[in-house]
T-cell receptor, first 118, second 118 residues
Framework: GAVVSQHPSRVICKSGTSVKIECRSL??????MFWYRQFPKQSLMLMAT?????????EQGVEKDKFLINHASLTLSTLTVTSAHPEDSSFYIC??????????????FGSGTRLTVV | AQSVAQPEDQVNVAEGNPLTVKCTYS??????LFWYVQYPNRGLQFLLK??????LVKGSYGFEAEFNKSQTSFHLKKPSALVSDSALYFC????????????????FGQGTTLQVKP
């Protein structure tokens, strides 16, 4: 089945530094990648939607200059948290929408990244 | 406005007993409905989806869900719960595509923690 590989699974960084999270679709082409943020025992909050080769569309209240999203190819999307602060600590999850299976709405989720900013 | 509601924060059930996790939705038009399961510090795993056809959908790990249009519900069920079913469950909807305005976003419920006790 379809797999999205998300790395790193855990990262601890110092306040003020930047962190990059990668999501790769291993056996399908993801025309659209969704990036979510999840707080403990809460639902997923959509941060942005990115389409290959286009600028990402950010949800209201999400700072696009802080959360940089790149979707340069159909198999790779990255989220960079710039100048991270402790309040950015969270669980980040990506989800790829498959081209060929779009009519069946095949969403595949990465395994998530636990970001801790100290 | 589109929304998904999971009225129960937690559901407790004894192993071997049937379980139900409730979900209701509010979207324009006919929705595409999904159930996902999440284990601690992991991404979401797909359980089942309703697109069209039979209202009773069978999915992974013995789970099933019934689409009820009149009650706008899509409750998740399993005849006999296992301790290993203990996890966080999310219901989600995607509105059917209408022209170019549909981005494929999933709208998630707030999640229900299922606790199956031996």
């Amino acid at each position: 089945g379809a797999v999205v590989s998300q790395h790193p699974s855990r990262v601890i960084c110092k306040s003020g530094t930047s962190v990059k999270i990668e999501c790769r679709s291993l056996d399908f082409q993801a025309t659209t990648m969704f990036w979510y943020r999840q707080f403990p025992k809460q639902s997923l909050m959509l941060m942005a939607t990115s389409n290959e080769g286009s600028k990402a569309t950010y949800e209201q209240g999400v700072e696009k200059d802080k959360f940089l999203i790149n979707h340069a190819s159909l198999t790779l999307s990255t989220l960079t948290v710039t100048s991270a602060h402790p309040e950015d600590s969270s669980f980040y999850i990506c989800s790829g929408l498959q081209v060929a299976l779009d009519t069946n709405y095949g969403y595949t989720f990465g395994s998530g990244t636990r970001l801790t900013v100290v | 406005a589109q929304s998904v509601a999971q009225p129960e924060d937690q559901v407790n059930v004894a192993e071997g007993n049937p379980l139900t996790v409730k979900c209701t939705y509010s979207v324009s038009g006919n929705p595409y409905l999904f159930w996902y399961v999440q284990y601690p510090n992991r991404g979401l795993q797909f359980l089942l989806k309703y697109i069209t056809g039979d209202n009773l959908v069978k999915g992974s790990y013995g789970f099933e869900a019934e689409f009820n249009k009149s009650q706008t519900s899509f409750h998740l069920k399993k005849p006999s719960a296992l301790v290993s079913d203990s996890a966080l469950y999310f219901c989600a909807v995607r509105e059917r595509a209408h022209g170019s305005s549909n981005t494929g976003k999933l709208i998630f419920g707030q999640g229900t923690t299922l606790q199956v006790k031996p």
